[in-house]
């Protein structure tokens, strides 16, 4: 569950025209995002032509969360501009108004409430409500109680049947139910994704998650695992290198459990055929479980060109005995294990983690095991969380909390760690020349930005007079580094 464009901000990047956007006309840049939960931040873009041209419908839609939720907003986009509705940038401007939410960390129930408490003043407008994704699934009915006006709630896992609900909605219901799908096997499949990135295309693998981490609420929210075929997977990939995508990033909050259900493909089998899909250059996947990750992947990426250099594989503790709590499934040992096979594999694939501080009894000395195995895996970036409880979960029983201080005396220490050790890993990069994709330029610092295979960003100039296209593929000498980013010239 990360995203790869965090720690990127777009806010700050001139975005060049999008022109490439699935036959629709794509108008204003609505305004930049920053994810409240794992610092992740998106450029919302707002489709303003429907599919029937009819212009009474309008929706808005806030997105928060991580790529899983960008994703699925795209592909609930496209299903209201395939009903006849039309995207506006404004809340004013809307008929309907639709969050999509996100529970994984910190009170995320109360901030969507308070923010729907602001909107009580648009009722007699008599616009109407509509509450998606996983504090949806997770409060279910509680919200119609706590906010009336609010007419639509609606979990994940009921995304494929949006469309009956909007007929529901337009026929004037006033509580409308999505939430009893948490057991299909069935993945939302549409043909119609309202893509906002014109050059990386997302393709969700997998849905849901049968891990039960014993602090996670993920498999509460967005049901049990599913995959789709790898014949549809690969249909889509087709479909997007057809439209001038030339990156594809596979998701799923566990792209390496993946099951082919036609029984076809193994994941480390569908990431090479996806590769090698005509005009597309990379593919990236996130995210992998240490439990499922197999060594014929680290095989697959050696020997497959396309296939990115990088893994994210969150480790969550350093210690086999706060893993063993949070019920992770593998030890110390064993997730060492795994990065020794990725570490050694031909090619230098970049490695980065989440990591959590303060589950409840993790002493002092389990906290410097997670600072010692990173010292021993030597991350290229990670991210960071203090436990936070979280509703249903089995963690939320369990004692010595750990006070809120030294949670954040932890994670100060830990990211401090993390710079000192990702500006250590950056400087074997100076003096490489490394190829980006272009993803635009900050006009005020007069540097292009670009992402590598290892999904660094890399800063760099060209010479006065040089303009690059957003999602061209260039080479760049990178000259210097600092813990997060790259910096360079363009190889002439
Ligand atoms: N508290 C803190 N961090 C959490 N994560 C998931 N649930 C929690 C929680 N209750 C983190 C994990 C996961 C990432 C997406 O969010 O590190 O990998
Ligand atoms: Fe949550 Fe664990 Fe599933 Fe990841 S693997 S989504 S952390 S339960």
Not at 285 to 311: K, N, Q
Not at 329 to 348: G, K, N, V
């Amino acid at each position: 569950m990360w995203n790869m464009f965090a720690k990127c901000s777009p806010s700050r990047l001139r975005l060049a025209a999008l022109s490439r956007t699935g036959g629709l006309s794509l108008a204003s840049l609505a305004r930049v995002a920053r994810d409240p939960v794992a610092g992740i931040i998106f450029t919302p873009l707002v489709y303003t032509d429907s599919m029937s041209g009819a212009a009474d419908k309008t929706f808005y839609l806030e997105t928060f969360g991580c790529q899983m939720n960008a994703h699925d907003s795209e592909k609930v986009v496209g299903t209201l501009l395939a009903q006849g509705y039309r995207q506006v940038p404004t809340v004013e401007e809307a008929g309907l108004v639709l969050y999509n939410t996100c529970s994984i960390r910190d009170k995320a129930e109360q901030k969507v409430f308070n923010r729907l408490a602001d909107y009580k003043k648009y009722r007699a407008q008599g616009k109407q409500f509509g509450v998606l994704g996983c504090v949806a699934q997770q409060e279910g009915e509680k919200i119609f109680e706590r906010a009336p006006y609010v007419s639509l709630v609606c979990g994940s896992a009921s995304y494929r049947n949006l469309p009956q609900m909007l007929v529901q909605l337009e026929a004037g219901s006033s509580r409308v139910t999505g939430l009893d799908d948490r057991m299909t096997d069935e993945c939302f499949e549409t043909e119609f994704t309202a893509r906002t990135n014109p050059h990386r295309g997302y393709i969700t693998i997998i849905e849901g998650c049968d891990k039960f981490c014993a602090y996670c609420v993920v498999p509460f929210t967005r049901g049990k695992e599913r995959s789709r075929t790898s014949v549809s997977v690969l249909e889509e990939a087709r479909q997007l290198a057809d439209l001038g995508y030339t990156e594809i990033q596979l998701l799923g909050q566990n792209v390496n459990s993946y099951r082919d259900p036609s029984g076809i493909k193994s994941f480390a089998e569908l990431l090479v055929v996806v590769a090698s899909v005509g005009g597309i250059r990379r593919v990236r996947f996130t995210t992998s479980h240490p439990r499922d990750f197999g060594r014929d992947i680290v095989e697959a990426i050696d020997a497959t060109p396309a296939l990115c250099d990088h893994v994210h594989l969150p480790v969550q503790s350093g210690s086999t005995r706060v893993l063993d709590a949070m019920s992770r499934l593998y030890t110390r040992d064993q997730y060492l294990e795994r990065i020794s096979w990725i570490q050694s594999a031909r090619r230098d694939i970049s490695l980065t983690s989440d990591l959590i501080v303060g589950f409840p009894g993790e002493t002092e000395r389990e906290f410097e095991e997670t600072l010692s195995l990173m010292d021993l895996v030597g991350y290229d970036s990670v991210f960071t969380f203090k436990y936070s409880p979280r509703p249903n979960t089995p963690a939320l029983r369990l004692e010595d909390a750990i006070p809120e201080a030294e949670k954040a005396r932890r994670l100060a220490v830990l990211n401090d760690r993390q710079k000192q050790i990702g500006a250590r890993r950056n400087q074997r990069h100076v003096g490489q020349v490394l190829q980006v994709m272009v993803e635009g330029k900050n006009v005020a610092r007069g540097q292009w930005v670009g992402r590598t295979s290892q999904i660094k960003v890399l800063n760099f100039t060209a010479p006065a007079g040089r303009e690059l296209a957003t999602g061209s593929y260039v080479d760049v000498r990178v000259t210097g580094c600092f813990p997060n980013s790259l910096i360079g010239e363009l190889a002439v």
